[in-house]
């Protein structure tokens, strides 16, 4: 069972929304915390540090500027569908930018937690795992 169908099953939701139907803003809210669990459940295991170093760590990877240099490293290996649901959240205007990102860097990393929400609803746990070692840096692209 996907780590979706866990969390639905748990919450007696018995029949999840399709994906492609939602709007990008929801696909990449979701897809925010994705990144997010996976940031820090790396350097959890991979960091012994204070808490405060980790959070350090945590920020310099989930925040626009990290995100968007996430997106370059998994961008090669990207499938058309995962391409289109990239393009469908960089595209979409959420009216505001954070003081501390460039509009570049935050559209693109929008488009990325868009397309990690996309393969995290879709139940695409294996396709995530991998994209997720190649943004973490834990896997480079082999040529």
């Known amino acids: ?29 979701i897809g925010d915390t994705v990144y997010d669990l996976y940031a820090r459940t790396y350097l959890v295991e991979t960091k012994d540090c204070p808490v405060h170093s980790l959070h350090v760590h945590a920020s310099a990877l989930v925040c626009a500027k990290g995100q968007a240099e996430a997106f370059f490293r998994v961008e090669p290996i990207l499938s058309e569908a995962e391409l289109s649901a990239f393009k469908r959240g960089r595209n979409s205007h959420s009216g505001t930018v954070p003081k501390n990102a460039s509009v570049s860097d935050y559209r693109i990393a929008t488009g990325f937690e868009a397309l990690l929400g996309y393969l995290y609803l879709s139940g695409e746990d294996e396709r995530l795992n991998v994209l997720m070692k190649y943004a973490l840096g834990i896997e480079e692209k082999h040529e």
């Open 1 to 29: 069972m996907s780590i979706q169908g866990t969390i639905l099953s748990a919450l007696n939701i018995e029949r999840p929304s399709d994906p492609s139907q939602l709007p990008a803003l929801s696909l990449a809210y």
